[in-house]
């Protein structure tokens, strides 16, 4: 089965890109420069930031939908990202190379699936929660940190 990995959109975060520290800080967000590779995670380049890169952290509601999972957690956004679009079936190393919590919802944004692979093992447990034909989507989120990551879809 072929399946397609997307990034978050870089358009609700170009406007903090601008804002003082103040106003950073009434929208949930700060900047964070990276000390160590990989360890900060673009969620809009599905790229890690090199040592010294300046990222904005911020709260971003990943699951947004009326039920029980409404969720939001913090996300690094690379300020000169440009957008992600892996190509259909394959896995971005930012995801390769990280203990990766894969969530499985259906049509109604409950939980249908979930387990924790290495990054490595991603695109198997893609497979076996898209063999659930009650598995409508899937979110991947770094599992350690528990941060959303990106969103699959079938392809």
């Known amino acids: 089965m072929t399946f397609q990995i ?8 170009e406007p903090l ?4 520290e103040a106003e950073l800080v009434e929208r949930r967000a700060c900047w964070r420069t990276a000390d160590c590779e990989p360890g900060y995670p673009c969620r809009v380049s ?4 090199k040592a010294g ?10 699951l947004g939908e009326d039920s029980p999972y409404r ?3 913090a996300v690094f956004v690379r300020t000169g990202a440009r957008q992600a679009r892996p190509e259909p079936g394959s896995i971005p190393d930012v995801i390769r190379r990280r203990l990766i919590s894969v969530r499985g ?26 063999a659930n034909p009650d598995v ?6 770094i599992a350690k940190p528990g941060c959303y990551l990106a969103r699959v879809t079938r392809a």
């Not at 997307?6 to 975060?13: E, R």
Request: charged share 25%.
């Open 105 to 130: 919802f259906d049509a109604d944004w409950m939980m249908a699936a979930a387990d924790v692979v290495d990054g490595d093992k991603v695109d198997d447990a893609i497979e076996t929660m898209f």
């Open 136 to 141: 409508a989507e899937l979110h991947l989120h």
């Open 46 to 49: 599905l790229e890690d930031a």
């Open 17 to 20: 890109f601008a804002m003082g």
């Open 71 to 73: 969720a939001s957690h």
């Open 6 to 13: 997307h990034a978050l959109p870089k358009a609700p975060f």
């Open 53 to 62: 890169e300046r990222l904005l952290l911020a709260n971003f509601e990943h």
